[in-house]
């Protein structure tokens, strides 16, 4: 009977307390290695947006904060950068817009961030902008010309890679079909400019796309990056179906490692 319980109790412990312990400790032992967590983001929303705006805008917080497990990295938020400085604003190594722009009044200190080596990315609705804008800058950035139509309502819809090589779409199928979503057209279209590299876009295959507001044709990027800056700028952000795609969640995940390893002060993730 002694023999037995012996027999027993060395089983409880090597089948529940050893393997515990075994999984517990790489997030412990990286943590202590590189000194906590690798860097900082800082996510800008608004609440007042469009509401299938903001409905993403609020799933997104949920879906980056849940890449944080183990304390890789620390995810803040905010509905407005007035009052930052520029020195608070460079403690993190990329600012993702969910769905809103800088306000007038911090346009400069976004300027000045972006113009300092600072990261973006921006969904759907943080890129936005027409001729009431008034901000010259953000064309500049952006690499596009002002909004010119979309499709209504949201749908889903083909996309076909433009860089299979490129860290945000390599390991992405040469064509998905994203879930449901607003698309943006631009008068003077991202890939006319030369500094701007186009790696998705919206197929042709899927004109006319729209049953309201109809798109018949013409060249439609979805996600690009201006060489100029450490950005880059993402179609989809519209309503709350944007997450339940897989294929589109490991490009969200693409573009904040890509974002974040080429941060000037060097890649985090070699630390």
Not at 127 to 136: C, E, S
Not at 151 to 174: F, G, I, K, M, S
Not at 175 to 186: D, H, I, K, R, T
Not at 223 to 248: C, K, P, S
Request: proline fraction near 7%; include cysteine.
């Amino acid at each position: 009977m002694r023999k037995a319980l012996y027999l027993f109790l060395l089983l409880l412990v090597a089948g529940c307390g050893q393997p515990r312990a075994r999984h517990q400790a790489p997030y412990r032992e990286a943590n202590y290695a590189h000194g906590g967590p690798r860097f900082k983001i800082l996510l800008l929303f608004d609440d007042s947006a469009e509401p299938a705006h903001v409905q993403f805008a609020h799933q997104a917080i949920g879906f980056f904060n849940k890449l944080t497990v183990g304390e890789g990295f620390v995810v803040d938020s905010t509905q407005t950068l007035d009052g930052y400085t520029l020195e608070q604003l460079q403690e993190y190594t990329a600012l993702i817009a969910l769905n809103a722009a800088p306000s007038r009044a911090a346009r400069p200190l976004f300027e000045e961030y972006m113009e300092s080596g600072g990261g973006w990315i921006g969904f759907h609705a943080a890129g936005y902008n027409d001729k009431g804008t008034g901000w010259p800058w953000f064309n500049q950035f952006l690499g596009a010309g002002f909004f010119k139509a979309n499709n209504w309502p949201p749908q889903p819809a083909l996309l076909e890679l433009d860089r299979t090589d490129h860290p945000v779409t390599r390991n992405l199928p040469a064509s998905f079909v994203s879930p449901a979503s607003e698309f943006y057209q631009w008068q003077k279209e991202p890939r006319e400019n030369p500094d701007v590299e186009v790696l998705l876009t919206l197929s042709a295959r899927n004109y006319p796309i729209g049953l309201k507001d109809i798109i018949y044709g013409g060249d439609f990027p979805v996600v690009w990056t201006n060489r100029n800056y450490r950005m880059l700028y993402i179609n989809m952000g519209h309503g709350d179906e944007q997450f339940e795609d897989a294929t589109e969640k490991l490009l969200f995940v693409n573009a904040l490692r890509w974002i974040v390893s080429c941060d000037p002060a060097g890649n985090p993730f070699d630390r």
